[in-house]
């Protein structure tokens, strides 16, 4: 606990003349004894010619006791402010003190920047953004829905059995199909094709879709990469011939397609190792399989809308 500080000495009276009474809280002949009704008995009049060294200054702006206009209560040395400086009260509301100011500005700065988040949130859509899947739907069985009746000129014997798997997430709707194309009298596999349908619903697939296959012939350069116009909202072309002059070798192709939040490919692949020197059994032009696999990729889109 703290100590108050020690009052000072008072100075020596002239004989006769009634001491002032005691400004601090400690018992002494001029204390008023208990149950007074004043705190302290009035002061005694000045002594002509004595300077008062205990007449306590007026503090501008504080209330007086009344009878005694301005005037600090008595109890404490040095005006009433008691052994500790007192805390300055706050400015009032409507003042135009520093720290009003300063509350009122941080008070108006959150605001503005609630709103500038708000407006934020509003002109960029937010989270939950609707998917753009431009009526395409993603089959369980993608092969019904897969129009590859360009190739049946070359290819005449159907699949019987086609491979065909789908998944269903909020994230992602996808559909996959394989088919073996086989030429006539061939008991295996002479190319296979295969599709794919992917419905993007949580995430625009567009910017990541052109950067991969625009640029494919950057990370593969033995393929060739064109751009297809009337497929979608965007498509390409990559492909790459290695059969030229040799017994062995491969064709492959495939058409990537975007529309909206909607992405397709259609692939075409064959090996000259599985024809078996049968000249019958040669694999058609790259030329040929670019413009099957533009033709049946739009029926195929056609077929994957409601």
Known sequence: M?????????????SGAPAPPSAYPYPNPQSPGPGSAASYPPP???VPGQQNFYATPTLVGQPGQP?????????YPYGGQGPYPQVPPPPPSGGGGGAGRAVLWVAVGAVVASAAWAAGVFLIGGKGAEADLRGYTAPANL?????????E?????????????ALKDPALDESYCSVNLKKTG???????????VDLHRKSDPGPEFTAMWKNYGERY?????ETVEDIGEEAYLVSEDTTSGSTSGSLYATLAVRDGWTTYTMSYSAYLSSYDDDDDKDPPSLDDVKDWLKTDSKATLDQLKD
């Not at 009878?67 to 008595?74: F, K, L, S, T, Y």
């Not at 061939?186 to 794919?196: H, I, R």
């Open 67 to 75: 009878g005694q206009p301005g005037q600090p209560a008595a109890g």
């Open 143 to 151: 092969c019904s829905s897969t129009d590859y009746s360009s190739f």
């Open 153 to 165: 000129t070359e290819y005449p014997d159907n699949d019987g059995s086609p491979t065909h798997n």
């Open 44 to 46: 005694a009049a000045p």
């Open 221 to 225: 350069p033995d393929y060739d990469v």
């Open 2 to 14: 703290s100590t108050p500080p020690k009052p000072p000495q008072e100075p020596e009276q002239p």
């Open 186 to 196: 061939s008991s295996y596999a002479d190319a296979y094709l295969s599709t794919q």
